[in-house]
């Protein structure tokens, strides 16, 4: 289940900031006083290692209600359509977590600049597609990368945004290169693994 959450988040994010929403349809009503955008700042802060505890304080509830309210919450983007405007505010207030009773506060979850060159982004995102194939959990990928997936979202976006500018020029060919190059390095290791 946060397996295939986490496929849905970064999912959301990268269409979000590779085309842009395209429907304008509503949020999902608030489920135990928690809105859909503070779900999404909580799933932010989360996803940064920010202890449940934390989030809980802030939104003034207890586990049971938050998982109730977390479930609710999943089952709608489930539901929902990938272009509409719940998915495209999801991946904005992800990418912004100070909305609603977070707003304001000193924990926003702060990003270091990891994936400063293309490669090091095109190294991950490598790893992340062709672990996929083999049944590996995106999460940990990350982790053996030194990320978040919180980081990952962040430090990505200028390269997500990149590429899809460069589309059919020169530098996207290099781009998509270096981006195989990786691919075939990972899918060499995995193969390995998988026999031993």
Known sequence: MLLRSICHVLAAIFLVIAFGAQAQDGLPPPVNG?????????????SNQQP?????KVLNVDEAKWNQSNQAFLDALKAGNPASHMFARYAEVFADPAVGRF?????????????ATFADYADVQADLTVSSEFGKDPQAVLKAHNLTVYEFSQEAKPWVQRMASATGTDEMEQMNQIREEFEAEYRERYKREAKN
């Open 34 to 46: 928690i809105t859909f955008e503070e779900w999404a700042a909580a799933n932010a802060r989360l």
């Open 52 to 56: 449940l505890a934390d989030v809980l």
């Open 103 to 115: 707003k304001g506060r000193s924990d926003t979850p702060q990003i270091v600049g990891k994936l």
